[in-house]
């Protein structure tokens, strides 16, 4: 069965930094696309950052130069780091793994495996 689970969410003043974490049974180089996903109330989730099995990573246009992610395989763990926090960066954020893709995809069709989420609330 496979788990995905978030951590490292929480209350952060604008303009700082924050680092949110996931753990994935099945992260192993090259078997998956992970991506990074976020989520207000009555929106669309939408795709922020991925890294492809290729090992290439894409963002959003919205959020480049601010978002960071990278993984750590031996650890089975992806990480978003979220630099200038701002108050529109406030959601909850998903990671999730697809096997439909092979260079790093943004829609959240391409992902079959989704976690919990983690809430992060951006305060002025």
């Known amino acids: 069965q496979v788990h995905l689970e978030e951590s490292g969410g929480g209350s952060v003043q604008a303009g700082g930094s924050l680092t949110i974490s996931c753990v994935g049974s099945?992260?192993?180089?090259?078997?998956?696309?992970v991506g990074w996903f976020r989520q207000t109330a009555g929106k669309e989730r939408e795709g922020v950052a991925a890294?492809?099995?290729?090992?290439?990573?894409r963002y959003a246009e919205s959020v480049k130069g601010r978002f960071f992610i990278s993984t750590n395989y031996d650890k089975n763990t992806v990480y978003l780091k979220i630099d200038n926090l701002q108050r529109e960066d406030t959601a909850m954020y998903y990671c999730?793994?697809?096997?439909?893709?092979?260079?790093?995809?943004?829609?959240?069709?391409?992902?079959?495996?989704w976690g919990q989420g983690t809430q992060v609330t951006v305060s002025s």
């Open positions: 890294v492809g099995r290729d090992g290439r990573t």
């Open positions: 999730a793994a697809g096997s439909r893709c092979f260079s790093p995809r943004l829609e959240v069709v391409k992902y079959e495996y």
């Open positions: 099945i992260f192993t180089a090259g078997d998956y696309c």
